[in-house]
């Protein structure tokens, strides 16, 4: 941990941390997980701090102070996670699929996945007719 020793107070820390928050968002901006990783702060904290910025009254309509400057892609290709910059403006539009580009991702994917999924009765060498059978003649035999 840079900038921090052993004896300074718990006061100290939190405000050497919280200047480094605010420094990453002056100079390169960055995403909550980011922010997580470079200040040692708890998630939840980071958090408190990003809506507290977000919904600080600013003079114009729709204006916020900490803005939304990209989205990067989370672990299943989606454009959800926001990067976030220190400074007056609108946030960037999210991206949105068309119609078109929902129905070709479908596509896709169906036809990735088709063929891959083993059932059930495949991996047991049963038929549905067997495996009905055979647990009918459990239940019988239990209330006997």
Do not use: C, W
């Not at 200047?19 to 980011?34: C, D, F, M, N, Y």
């Amino acid at each position: 941990m840079s900038g921090i020793t052993p004896g300074q107070s718990a006061e100290m820390r939190g405000a050497l941390h919280y200047a480094k928050l605010v420094h990453l968002l002056l100079t390169t901006g960055a995403s909550i997980p980011e922010m997580v990783e470079e200040t040692g702060f708890h998630e939840h904290t980071i958090h408190r701090y990003v809506k507290a910025m977000r919904h600080m009254p600013m003079e114009k309509r729709g204006m916020k102070l900490l803005r939304v400057i990209a989205y990067l892609p989370d672990s299943r290709g989606y454009r959800t996670i926001r990067v976030y910059k220190l400074e007056i403006g609108h946030d960037v539009k999210s991206p949105r699929m068309t119609d078109a580009q929902k129905s070709r991702a479908y596509r896709e994917r169906k036809k990735r996945f088709a063929g891959s999924a083993i059932s059930v009765f495949e991996q047991s060498g049963m038929s549905r007719n067997d495996l009905h059978h055979s647990s009918n003649a459990a239940t019988v035999s239990t209330f006997r």
